[in-house]
């Protein structure tokens, strides 16, 4: 579960993106950030499954990076944060900090397609990058017996082809909630 200080730094980071939204700024120079309810979905969700190993495909500046370190302290786990632009990182880097959650963090500047094949197999992972990339990132990962994969924007950004490809993966299970922007929960055998 959140505690308090997750919460506050959650609610900071969302207030600034709802501001950049109101005030339109230029695409780039706006965040795009992580549902504070989709947070506390995923950090009692790791928790809960008691998920070690866990990756977070697109940190940007932290909300779903807190929301899994939150998850990995409790589970005696460790996340690696993947995320390619560096300023977006290094503010995240600084937020986990803060939050005492660095030691269970392991931040990658990179694409997520170099890093990913390369990681130990996950046992949780969260994807919220680029949605062109959900596809062939999920046929990417290197995932453990019983992995949970949680994709973000399904919904928001209708994202019918990852949902049909996941749900193809031979024994996986799979379920669309209604959560934050939408996210797809699949569980693979
Ligand atoms: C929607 S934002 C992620 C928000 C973040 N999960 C949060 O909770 O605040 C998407 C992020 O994915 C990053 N990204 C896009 N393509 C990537 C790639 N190939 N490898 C790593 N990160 C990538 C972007 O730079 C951006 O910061």
Known sequence: MLDTACREAIARLWARKLDQDARKLPKAQRHR?????????????????????????????????????????????????????????AEARA??????????????????????????????????????????FFDLLRLARGAVVVADNVLSHGLTEYVAHVRRRSGAESVTLPIGKGIEVTRLP
């Open 33 to 89: 950030n992580l549902h504070p309810a989709t947070a506390e979905f995923v950090c009692a969700l790791a928790t809960g499954l008691e998920s070690r190993n866990l990756v977070d495909v697109g940190g940007s500046s932290g909300i779903s990076t807190i929301a899994l370190a939150a998850a990995a302290r409790t589970t005696n786990g460790r996340v690696v944060s993947i995320e390619i632009e560096p300023a977006r990182q």
């Open 95 to 136: 937020t986990l900090a803060e939050l005492g959650l660095d030691a269970v963090t392991r931040f990658v500047l990179d694409d997520a397609a170099r890093v990913l094949p390369a990681l130990e197999p996950a046992d949780f992972v969260m994807l919220d990058c680029e949605k062109d990339d959900y596809v062939g």
